[in-house]
């Protein structure tokens, strides 16, 4: 990293920014790219899940959101509508007997 920040005249502030940032898996491109790059690493690798970071909010969400995800919906790789209206019953859980009033 030394030689790579004297090579490049990189002050401390520009080395850090650099090697202090997200060095994940990245999928850059257009919203249909990007659902390619998406469906390709489900199919290909399998997942049940992203995680997903934007370069800047609140925009970065919103063009995800109104973008991407419109794209992966209309593959069927993306919800359209969650099973439940909590998580609990979204996963299929009972819901716990309350330890503070019995069963009435």
């Known amino acids: 990293m030394l030689d790579w ?8 502030r520009q080395l850090a920014q650099r090697i202090g940032g997200y060095s994940g898996l990245q999928m850059i491109g257009t919203p249909v790219e990007i659902a390619d790059q998406m469906e ?3 199919v290909e690798e399998g ?7 934007f370069p800047y909010l609140p925009a970065g969400l919103d063009d995800f959101v ?3 995800v419109p794209e992966l ?3 069927g790789i ?3 509508a969650y ?13 716990p007997g309350n330890r503070f009033f019995g069963g009435a």
């Open 5 to 12: 920040a004297s090579a490049e005249q990189l002050t401390i």
């Open 40 to 42: 390709q690493w489900l």
């Open 47 to 53: 997942s049940d899940g992203f995680n997903v970071m």
């Open 66 to 68: 109104q973008k991407v």
């Open 73 to 75: 919906q209309r593959r």
């Open 78 to 80: 993306f919800r359209r």
């Open 83 to 95: 099973d439940g209206t909590t998580l609990r019953e979204h996963l299929g859980l009972p819901r």
